[in-house]
């Protein structure tokens, strides 16, 4: 399971606790620029998590039309582990599709 997160210019404790709910590839964008993705979202991620708190309006607009392209499920939340574990359990069925299921309970 591989995961980008886009936005924050630190991630503290977030891919420990998606380690534990069997993330094993985590790419991390910035967000501060558009220019960081201009070449596309990576061909092996799953799904994309994207730090509203902390991201150029340009950039989550382009992720948000690369993801819907690809049909990759994106999850928008702030930069802390329960914010992005609520809004992760809030989209489950999309989650479940990449093979994120048994693991939010």
């Known amino acids: 399971m591989s995961v980008l997160i886009v936005g924050g210019d630190h991630l503290g404790s977030i891919p420990k ?3 534990k709910i069997g993330v094993t590839e985590i790419r991390h964008v910035t967000g501060r620029s558009g220019q960081k993705i201009r070449d596309g979202i990576p ?3 799953d799904f994309i998590i994207v730090l509203y708190d902390f991201v150029n309006h340009n950039l989550a607009h382009k992720i948000k039309n690369l993801a819907e392209n690809r049909r990759i499920p994106v999850v928008y939340a ?3 582990w329960s914010s992005i574990y609520q809004k992760m359990k809030e989209c489950q069925q999309q ?3 990449v093979g994120l299921q048994a693991l939010l309970n």
């Open 78 to 80: 702030k930069r802390s």
């Open 17 to 19: 606790e998606l380690d």
């Open 43 to 45: 061909e092996t991620m």
């Open 95 to 97: 989650l479940r599709k």
